[in-house]
């Protein structure tokens, strides 16, 4: 299967959950596409040869128009058919959009022509990822420049890179070793450089690996950003704040003065400090100033990862059970 | 664009349906209609385009080919605008980032 | 082309091609025969310089490591490739040359309706052409034939501009063709051609054409929004001023989506002809096959969003546009199973066309086949700018498109010089270029789910076999595209002449002399009954 | 002499079989011709959409620095232009060359003056420093979307004036024709084809009219 014995590869690694059940949706489509194609090859062959012209035969005995009936079966159950792979597919789709709650949140910036992965717990990387076996790791992807786009194979996984944006996508690993990483998405002269390794580790020789680089944490970073860019005196959480507080933000629905509601995620968050007028929060007024070119992508991110780690006092029934507070979380790898 | 000659009264009428229909939109844009603001707008710039095409451009007497062609054209703004918006008006149904 | 041309001996009768001889007769020309002849000689050259392209692309991935030619200039030649194939050979291929010869003869007509508009298109042609060679020997332009923003707009260092505008030029050709193909098809069909009287290669031009009006506009308005972004420095699609560079792969799958099926219906039509003709009986299902044309263009508009499954569309867009790319394989699939149900009980013989419209239901039905797995969204996640991609728009484009342009070029021929082909050397060909054809795509389905994305230079070694594979078919492949190519030109002097009708068809363009007369018919035909009748015979008399 | 020279004009191109055929043809084709301006108009449309849905707020502070008064006239200037054009038409089909001339003549020069007026307020937008790029002076909130906003503004109704100065061109030739005594009760397609382009470009400002001058 794999072409293990011709010396090379036909059949990609499997290293994700979600790998599994992207092959078994393909090896469906290739059976009915397969046999499908099998047989109209057959009948074109046969047909093409049995009445084949033969002397004294010049045209066709049978001029006949069609048959409805058979135009409306090889229509209608076409059709029908297609509605298996369709709800398959969107079926795996959907799960591999919405990560599950406990996941473990790593940070990746495309840049041409390279990825900066960063964990919360601020171990950076570059062109290389660390991840754990058998825990739901959930990215948080923005581009420097251009688009580009995350490409792992053996995860059967792949999202692209945006400016401007963030854009989500996770997997669990459930093989360990290494595996391709690469651009997907046409970035510029080295794009085919642009890549690395993916490195799934047990659960222990992760945290090992994770307190090697060691340092400050994302949202830590991200709070004294949040004091030295003055946001607090604003955003204060007090009865003199002129802003919205932002404890328990994170996940929760915003109404905005035109009406709309939207959720309070990354992105959202993301858009509130660089564009702070185009979502304003009902009840408050735009004052607040773009900071826009003030912050890095990078800093961008640690002030994100501050606001999320700000949980509410009591436990909302809305977060989750178990969610992880990054900082916490830490310490427990310890 | 039949040989039927659309007569000056028909034309002139059209004209003063016309001049009307924009006093009242550039007045109904001064009252606070909310969600209603852009429908009503687009309706009035709809009727005078329909008044446009059935006189001014003799689709009313026309053959119902270039009917057909403008329904077309019409149609066709509509996939445009329709299938791009289907994204961005329900990227907030489901996250993707989930939570 | 003209030289030999004019090397012809002048047969009994005035044709198109004896009715003059200079250069400013066929420079100024308005008969639609000799624009398609113009059109073929300029394609073919076009097709030369993107061929080109891919044989340096092929040879620089026969090792891992690259090394033949740097990064920089294998951007530029995958680009280059793309873009001289799809808007430069592809989409004028089969309508804008054997469109333009066939069309009017088809209807019954004198010429299209509007022979100077027809001129103009050609003209437009060479000059989005000659735009774009510009841009070729100038230094190239590495954004990839889609020009994805911010890239195209900020990032890239080449020639965006002179490319963007070549493009733009070029579709105000293809506007021209495909309009003045409508009216023609409605207002100067020959008395008693009713609609369900018209022969199959019309309905898949009128289909054609309804997508070149349709679409072709909003690739001229995002492409000049691209340009005046890249040159003024102002972006629309500029994330910094609140732009979204999703939006441009929006107005550009609203045009390139439809642009496939520019790129697959003509050779539907063309297909559509040679199978009774070659199996002596009549097309299986006619109105099913029409109506799958107009259905395909319809559909085929609803569908664009399948290219951005993982571009950052929401998930509800991606849900619809997943279920809406099953519908429009309907249609598809309607059509392979008529070809095959034609067969059945025909009078089936092998000249080279239809060698190639065999050829053809077997490349197509692999390439839509594949389509169906790019539907599926979470393979599509998977393989989406992979080579599983380059492999299933390779089978439907080249497989397809090309297969049936061949196979036409063979069929009508006869009716174009007014001489045969060498049949041996054309079977030859054909089977050579099957062959060849499979060998270098089908690997890159194996090497597109094993993950090699698109658009690389190099790759990780476990996949240098199945490279070194293509790039051995890509060279069969060369071979057989070479020999038509010679062969063609040394029938325009030394081949057997043509009669009428040699193949026996039965649609109006057989019944006048082979080359036609420079108004196409001694007399307006007068049409009694439908094509593909082999009882009653040709449809006019 | 010029009789036999008109007579000659009349005759159909060789391709169709009589007069009525080319000029259904004709009509059939401007339609045809129109549906891709619609569509290319269409792509703007839809960015304008997009981006009036992203950026709501920005959209309505660029609307209150439209000239609302300028834009109105200017609606009125060209709904008049489209009666005048579709009264040349009506005497072109009567054969009435003296009123076709006129009301060509009064069509051009309405067009004439909606592109005045229209580079009046192109001038006051520049002055206000809200041409989008380097001339670009505005500060205030939404300064990046607002940018889009005016980018989108300049670039439709610039696409509007560019056809506009088309037609006004067009409608020169038509006036040029006329007064060589070309169109007659029995031959003036190319006053009605034209006439069938003009009155699209009126549709099209029907249509940015609201969608510029009138978000809130």
Not at chain 1, 316 to 333: H, K
Request: net charge positive.
């Amino acid at each position: 299967m794999n072409g293990q014995g011709l010396g090379f590869p036909l059949f990609p690694p499997r290293a994700s959950v979600l790998a599994d059940r992207v092959d078994t949706l393909f090896f469906f489509l290739l059976a009915l596409t397969g046999l499908v194609t099998l047989i109209v090859a057959t009948l074109v062959i046969v047909f093409a040869v049995r009445y084949r012209r033969r002397p004294g035969r010049a045209i066709a005995p049978s001029q006949t128009a069609g048959s409805t009936l058979l135009e409306l079966a090889w229509t209608i159950v076409p059709g029908l058919l297609f509605v298996v792979p369709f709800v398959w597919g969107a079926r795996l789709y959907v799960d591999a959009a919405v990560p599950p709650p406990n996941a473990l949140t790593i940070t990746a910036i495309g840049k041409q022509w390279m990825w900066k992965f960063q964990h919360q717990g601020g171990q950076r990387e570059i062109d290389s990822l660390h991840v754990p076996l058998g825990r739901p790791v959930r990215l948080l992807l923005t581009s420097e420049d251009v688009i580009h786009s995350l490409y792992i194979p053996a995860f059967r996984m792949k999202q692209d890179v945006l400016p401007g944006r963030y854009t989500t996508v996770w997997f669990q690993a459930d093989r360990t070793g290494d595996f391709h990483l690469f651009c997907s998405e046409f970035c510029g002269t080295a794009h085919s450089r642009m890549g690395g390794q993916v490195t799934v580790m047990q659960p222990e020789a992760y945290e090992r690996w994770l307190a090697l680089g060691a340092s400050e944490s994302l949202a830590s970073r991200g709070s004294k950003l949040f004091q030295q860019l003055g946001c607090n005196t604003c955003h204060r959480g007090d009865s003199l704040q002129r802003a919205p507080g932002l404890v328990g933000l994170y996940g929760r629905p915003v109404q905005l003065t035109d009406g709309r509601i939207v959720t309070a995620d990354e992105d959202y968050l993301r858009e509130s400090i660089v564009e702070p007028a185009s979502k304003i929060v009902l009840g408050w007024q735009p004052i607040m100033p773009t900071f826009k070119g003030r912050v890095t992508d990078d800093e961008l991110l640690q002030l994100v990862a501050y606001i999320r780690s700000l949980e509410p006092p009591a436990p909302e029934p809305f977060a989750p059970e178990g969610q992880p507070l990054f900082p916490a979380e830490r310490r427990q790898g310890r | 664009m039949a040989d039927r000659v659309s007569p000056t009264r028909t034309n002139l009428m059209v004209f003063i349906g016309l001049l009307a229909l924009t006093l009242a939109t550039t007045l109904i844009a001064r009252v606070d209609l909310g969600v209603w603001h852009l429908p009503v707008a687009l309706a009035i710039a709809a009727a005078k385009t329909l008044l446009i095409a059935l006189y001014f451009m003799h689709l009313r007497w026309s053959p119902g080919l270039l009917g057909l062609v403008a329904l077309g054209a019409v149609l066709w703004l509509a996939i445009l605008l329709g299938g791009s918006m289907d994204d961005y008006a329900t990227r907030i149904w489901l996250l993707p980032s989930g939570r | 082309m003209i030289v030999a041309t004019v090397a012809l001996e002048r047969p009994h009768a005035e044709t198109y091609l004896s009715a003059g001889t200079t250069a400013r007769s066929w420079l100024l020309t308005t008969d639609h025969k000799r624009i398609g002849i113009l059109y073929m000689v300029s394609i073919t050259l076009m097709f030369l310089v993107g061929g080109v392209a891919a044989t340096f692309m092929r040879i620089t991935l026969l090792s891992p490591g690259g090394g033949v030619v740097a990064m920089e200039t294998y951007n530029k030649l995958f680009t280059i490739h793309g873009v001289i194939m799809v808007w430069f050979f592809l989409i004028p291929s089969i309508p804008s040359v054997l469109g333009n010869f066939v069309l009017p003869m088809m209807l019954g007509a004198r010429d299209v309706a509007f022979p100077r508009l027809n001129l103009a298109s050609w003209y437009i042609f060479l000059a989005g052409s000659l735009f774009l060679l510009w841009t070729v020997v100038t230094g190239g332009v590495d954004t990839g034939w889609t020009f994805y923003t911010p890239y195209s707009t900020q990032y890239a260092t080449s020639r965006v501009v002179s490319t963007t505008l070549g493009v733009f030029i070029v579709g105000f050709s293809s506007i021209l063709t495909g309009l003045n193909f409508i009216v023609t098809t409605h207002r100067m069909r020959a008395p008693g051609l009713t609609w369900f009287r018209l022969p199959l290669f019309v309905w898949s031009l009128y289909a054609t054409s309804l997508i070149l009006v349709l679409a072709t506009p909003v690739l001229g308005i995002t492409l000049i929004l691209v340009t005046i972004e890249r040159w003024l420095g102002i972006g629309i699609f500029d994330p910094a001023l609140g732009g979204d560079p999703l939006l441009f792969q929006h107005l550009f799958w609203f045009y390139s989506h439809p642009a496939v099926y520019i790129m697959i219906l003509p050779g539907m039509g063309v297909i559509s002809e040679l199978i009774p003709t070659f199996s002596r009986k009549r097309l299986f299902g006619y109105t099913f096959v029409a109506g799958a044309s107009i259905a395909i263009a319809v559909l085929g508009f609803l569908v664009w969003g399948h290219h951005m499954f993982t571009a950052g569309m929401s998930t509800h867009a991606a849900l619809v546009f997943s279920m809406l790319s099953y519908l429009v394989a309907i249609p598809s699939a309607i059509k392979v199973f008529n070809w095959t149900a034609t067969l059945y009980r025909g009078a089936v013989s092998f000249e080279t066309p239809m060698l190639y419209a065999i050829g053809f239901i077997g490349l197509f039905t692999t390439g839509g086949m594949t389509g169906l797995f790019l539907a599926s969204l979470a393979v599509d996640v998977h393989v989406t700018d992979t080579y599983f991609v380059i492999a299933h728009f390779h089978y439907i484009m080249v497989g397809g498109m090309v297969t049936a342009y061949m196979g036409g070029l063979h069929y009508w021929w006869p009716k174009i010089s007014g001489r045969m082909y060498p049949e041996n050397l054309g079977r030859l060909a054909a089977m050579t270029i099957f062959l060849g054809f499979n060998l270098t795509f089908f690997p890159q389905y194996i090497l597109g789910y094993l993950g090699m994305p698109r658009r690389y230079a190099g790759y990780p070694p476990e996949f240098q076999v199945l490279n070194v594979l293509s790039t051995a078919g890509a060279s069969i492949l060369a071979v057989g595209y070479a020999l038509p190519l010679a062969y063609l030109l040394w029938s325009l002097r030394y081949g057997e002449r043509a009669g009428a009708n040699p193949w026996g068809g039965t649609t109006l363009e057989w019944t006048t002399s082979s080359p036609p007369p420079e108004h196409n018919f001694e007399h307006t035909p007068i049409v009694t009954h439908g094509p593909y009748d082999y009882v009653r015979g040709p449809q006019g008399d | 002499m010029a009789n036999i020279r008109v007579a000659d004009r009349h005759a159909p191109a060789p391709q169709f079989d009589d007069l009525v055929q080319q000029r259904e043809a004709a009509a059939l084709g401007m339609w045809v011709f129109l549906v891709t301006e619609v569509m290319l108009f269409g792509g703007l449309f839809t960015v304008y959409t997009v981006y009036r849905w992203l950026h709501h707020p920005a959209f309505v502070e660029g609307s209150h620095h439209m000239a609302l008064i300028a834009g109105a006239v200017n609606t009125a200037v060209l709904i008049a232009s489209s009666f005048t054009m579709a009264q040349a038409v009506q005497r072109a089909q009567r054969g009435l060359r003296r009123g076709l001339l006129g009301f060509l003549a009064s069509t051009a020069l309405l067009g004439v003056v909606f592109l005045g007026l229209k580079a009046y307020e192109y001038w006051s937008h520049y002055a206000e420093g809200l041409v989008p790029g380097s001339p670009w002076t505005y500060a205030g909130p939404h300064s990046g979307p607002l940018q889009s906003f005016f980018f989108l503004y300049f670039a439709m109704t610039g696409l509007h004036a560019v056809h506009l100065t088309v037609g006004v061109g067009l409608v020169t030739g038509l006036i040029v024709l006329a007064r060589r005594r070309r169109f007659t009760a029995a031959y003036h397609t190319p006053v009605e084809v034209i006439g069938l382009y003009w009155h699209l470009i009126d549709v099209i400002w029907v249509f940015l009219f609201p969608l510029f001058y009138l978000i809130g």
